[in-house]
């Protein structure tokens, strides 16, 4: 199965997050990250949380709250043994070698970013792809459709509990919309 590290950047969404993960409990691809991943994300989520109303107290409880379950849905996840690596790649922006750590310990085959700058070409091993959260998911997607549907689908039946219920049409405009997914997005649309 393709193997994708998911970078901070690509996790901290919400909407993009639990689509992309959704793909990966379709058993389109294994997700993988690392301890700093989770780490930054859970800080980050709080942070999100705090600034659109909640308690820093509630915050940080629903931060951990979504830690420990992306643990428990892909408990396969978290790459291990990484630390050895980090700081021998050169990379611009030395946070980032545990990213790049991670992905090699994990033989991904692509680093999900928004910081495609942040990895040079050739400071990246050949075999692992750098790539936008917009272009994995429509490469994701296209592997197949009607997988990529069912998770939409249950997206769409989650959405209720936390907020307004959204249809899959919603949900296939938001990721068009909000996120650049307009070659998923083309992808889906036929299967409404």
Known sequence: MFTALLDTCTLWPS???DFLLS????GLYRPVWSTVILEELEYEEARKLVSRGSTPEDAEQRARY??????TAFNDALVE???????SYGLPDP?????????VVANAGAIVTENLTDFP????????????PHVFAANTVE???????????????????????L??????????????????????????
């Open 81 to 87: 043994g990484w630390e050895a690596l980090e700081g």
């Open 15 to 17: 909407l993009r997050r």
């Open 121 to 132: 070409v050739d400071k990246v091993p050949s075999t692992i792809d750098v790539i936008p």
């Open 143 to 165: 592997v197949s459709p009607g997988h990529a549907f069912a998770a939409v689908k249950e997206i769409a039946q989650r959405s209720g509990r936390s907020g307004p219920p």
């Open 66 to 71: 979504l830690i420990t379950r992306m643990h």
């Open 23 to 26: 793909l990966a409990i379709e």
């Open 167 to 192: 249809t899959p049409a919603d949900i296939v405009t938001r990721l068009e919309s909000r996120y650049r997914m307009y070659d998923a997005a083309n992808l889906l649309r036929p299967l409404l």
């Open 95 to 103: 946070n980032d070698e545990h990213v790049l750590a991670a992905a």
